[in-house]
């Protein structure tokens, strides 16, 4: 940990009594890197650009939105017509949510292929679960502010869940609220919540991106780095490739914010809430669906409750589940055919949770439901014990050995 | 990269579907609007007719209440003319020095008069239907031109088993068949000062984009500062890439 010399000496006079300087090199330039990241392991730092979008925004949301049940569907609609520019500030954080959440999923889904989760980074997986609970709860919270139909319902449905607990359960919904129903006291903590959350949440990535800096990014390959030969510095290589990772990402980003922006979200919600009349269907965000599938298809209200929270507590114990050796889905024959099928079912789910839950759609939704546990809680320690793995490449230069790609 | 994209495409298959389920129910039938696609722009002449339409018919049960007559000036309308409309209108102001509430004409800042004074005097002069506001209906509904569209046009008369309600009319669209509202609209409701095609069809079509304007005042300077903003990143994809290229040539694989 060389301190790296500093040529401009009011730089080397802050540096040597507050080593910002130092520090950033270390873990912004220097910081050696596996050479062989793919770009799936862009997706980290686009989390990163979706959240400072969200927050950014969101300020600036917050200046001109009123927390208040009689005017809060009002003044978002003052800030999509009235507000210089105020239609594209919204819309940027409303589908900057879906966009955050399509990139955080891609990226779980990177870490559950390649074993990202594995020893010694057990710790920096577990954050990242904690980062997608924050984000679940801002979410929810962020999607009752505009105060439509589905804002409401959506509110009381998912409040009322915890009504589920035996005993207390009234009295924690009662509390929730501030009232006896969703209302003006419920607004009003959703709204102060749904500015605290963020900041909770750039914390946690902080203790992500320590724990992750601890031993290094993971790698397609799955093996430890050997050596110098196997890195390359942080910047400019990954540096000039996350930017190129960003630019792809925006590109997508205002396609959907400038020619679709109500696409991802439902019309109801342009309907002012009205606790009087219940909407046909209410149905969550999409990146809900898969949960609010697993909700609905257990037939008891405590047991669906259990089941979702359980969909989440499942990733936490996930490092104690897969036990194999081999970090890379890549050198695991069978575990590659059960992780395919695996995103299959988390699709699956998504789809029926946007079902009504009737007739086929619940048995479909009950499978689907088990499939889902059985993946991590059967086949996944089953497999740490039978698999054949294929042979490790020696190292991340030498990759060239029968068992890889 | 491949795979990459291909989940991409399955995540947003995911959002679809709960989207694209319809309610049940309606015949819809699509049209093109000029204020689909990447393109879209409102046809000006199109929305002075249908905001004629609404003056004339809708406006006397449903209210427009985020739209203040200035904002007609996205319609083509000169200041003058705005001044002329609005003064058409009577809006309550006050108190005065007196503590009273008064009547005068509308200006250009006043909001459309709603027409009722509360929900519940608008159900009571409705057999006990609420008309919802309009300024966000075509928002508000999946498909909503094309939905609004098929409403105003797809009034029939109820298949002979089918007893109706009073007070209800058969729509081909609505969900359930029985809507609340009359027939709105039957051809020549109108007389244009400007000419123009009266049927059913074009009143039906040209209301449609009025409301497709009041529910997305924005939608022009949307799309166009989109067109500018999608070329300023396609070119910045190329030199960002290019320039990763470069800096990655030295890095034996």
């Known amino acids: 940990m060389a301190s790296p010399q500093f040529k401009n000496p009011l730089v080397k006079w802050i540096d040597h009594r507050l080593p910002v300087f130092s520090y950033m090199h270390h873990e912004l330039h220097e910081y050696p890197t596996p050479k062989n990241l793919s770009y799936l392991w862009n997706l980290g730092s686009l989390a990163g650009l979706a959240l400072v979008v969200m927050i950014i925004t969101g300020i600036i949301l917050a200046m001109h939105y009123t927390p208040h049940v009689d005017h809060a569907f009002d003044s978002v609609e003052r800030i999509m017509r009235d507000v210089n520019h105020g239609w594209l ?37 577990m954050l990242g679960v904690v980062i997608l609970l924050l984000m679940m709860a801002t979410a929810f919270m962020g999607y009752v ?105 925006l590109t997508i980003f205002a396609s959907a914010v400038f020619f679709y922006p109500n696409y991802l979200g439902h019309p109801d919600n342009y309907i002012p809430a009205n606790p009087l009349q219940t909407p046909a269907h209410i149905v969550p965000e999409w990146y809900f669906l898969p949960f609010y599938a697993i909700l609905r298809a257990i037939p008891d209200k405590l047991g669906g409750v259990l089941f979702m929270f359980g969909a989440i507590a499942v990733l936490f114990i996930l490092p104690w589940l897969d036990r194999a050796p081999v970090r890379s889905g890549r050198f695991r024959p069978l575990f590659k055919i059960f992780f395919w099928l695996f995103l299959a079912d988390c699709v699956l789910l998504g789809y029926l949770g946007g079902k009504p839950a009737e007739g086929v759609y619940v048995t479909w939704s009950r499978l689907a439901t088990a499939y889902y546990f059985v993946h991590f809680l059967l086949i996944l320690p089953l497999l740490s014990v039978v698999e054949n793995t294929r042979p490790l490449p020696a190292s991340i230069s030498m990759p060239v050995t029968k068992g890889g790609k | 990269m491949r795979r990459l994209f291909a989940i991409i495409a399955v995540f947003f298959g995911l959002g679809l579907a709960p989207v694209l389920a319809a309610e049940g129910g309606g015949e819809i039938e699509k049209r093109d609007w000029s204020f689909e696609g990447v393109f879209g722009h409102f046809d000006k002449a199109a929305l002075q007719r249908g905001f004629q339409v609404y003056r004339e018919i809708c406006a006397s049960c449903h209210g427009l209440d985020y739209i203040a007559f200035r904002n007609l000036s996205a319609l083509g309308y000169s200041q003058a003319e705005i001044k002329a409309i609005a003064a058409e209108y009577e809006v309550t102001d006050g108190p005065d020095d007196a503590g009273d509430m008064f009547q005068r004409p509308a200006i250009p800042a006043d909001r459309f008069p709603a027409p009722f004074a509360n929900e519940n005097a608008a159900r009571a002069a409705n057999g006990g239907a609420y008309p919802p506001d309009l300024s966000l209906i075509v928002k508000a509904r999946p498909d909503g031109a094309n939905y609004l569209y098929s409403l105003l046009v797809g009034y029939d008369d109820p298949p002979a088993d089918l007893q109706m309600p009073d007070g209800m009319y058969y729509s081909r669209v609505y969900s359930g068949n029985q809507i609340a509202m009359p027939q709105p609209l039957f051809g020549d409701d109108v007389v244009f000062a400007l000419g123009g095609d009266t049927s059913m069809e074009a009143l039906a079509a040209d209301v449609t984009a009025f409301l497709a304007w009041t529910a997305e005042p924005e939608l022009e300077s949307r799309k166009r500062i989109g067109i500018a903003v999608m070329l300023f990143l396609v070119v910045m994809c190329f030199v960002s890439y290019g320039s990763m290229r470069y800096i990655w040539a030295d890095v034996e694989k």
Do not use: C
């Not at chain 1, 879906?98 to 870490?111: A, D, E, K, Q």
């Open chain 1, 145 to 249: 502010l505009p105060w439509g139909q589905m804002s409401f319902w959506g509110a009381t449905v998912i409040t009322n869940l915890f009504s589920a607990i035996p005993l207390i359960g009234e009295s924690i919904v009662t509390w929730l609220w501030g009232g006896f129903s969703v209302d003006n006291p419920t607004l009003g903590r959703f709204f102060a919540l749904h500015y605290l959350m963020p900041f909770v949440i750039v914390a946690v990535v902080m203790l992500h991106l320590i724990a992750l800096h601890r031993f290094g990014s993971g790698n397609p390959l799955g093996i430890d780095v050997s050596g110098q030969q196997d890195t390359i510095p942080f910047h400019p290589y990954y540096t000039s490739k996350d930017l190129f990772g960003a630019m792809v990402f």
């Open chain 1, 89 to 125: 500030i919204r819309y940027i954080h409303m589908n900057g949510a879906s966009f955050f959440f399509i990139v955080v999923y891609l990226h779980i889904f990177r870490g559950l292929y390649y074993g990202s989760y594995k020893a010694p980074r057990e710790l920096l997986w």
